[in-house]
């Protein structure tokens, strides 16, 4: 397996491939993962050093050689300027996924009686608009809950 690559160690593309060569010893170099997805070397090497980003395809190809979900979502939320509002998907191990959607839905049913208090007379009130902020974030919440696990069942199939 190839040694760390020092000015690229803290970058998400590198640490995806440096992961997965693991398990694919072709990926331990940038010449293996450009054999596999077709990307040039040196475009990889730029990617990996974040002085380029790759274009979505190239995010995608990544991503699924790799095994690597959350590179797209981390794609979208920061390479790209439609999605800079995208939930943030983590690496997390299933058990950790499991536990923040526990604590979120037991907040749900306070969230929903709020919800209803709020809309009843269909005029949001300058005093109403924190709570439904709250909510907005718990749903916000939830919604990154979701990429999580889908993004670990995609790693996980």
Known sequence: MARTATKAAENVWYRARFEASKVNERLSSREGLSDITGIDR??????????????????????MTCNAPELQNYYCRECCALGKNMPKVDKLSLDRITIKAMS???????????LLEITEDGIISDEERPDLEKIIE??????????????????NR
């Open 138 to 155: 718990l749903l916000d919440e939830l919604t990154s809950i979701n990429e999580n696990l889908k993004a670990w069942l995609e790693r």
């Open 42 to 63: 040196t475009r990889i090497a730029r990617i990996e050093l974040g002085t380029l980003n790759p274009y979505p395809e190239e995010a995608r190809l990544i991503a």
């Open 104 to 114: 979120s839905m037991s907040k749900i049913s306070a969230a929903k009686k709020l």
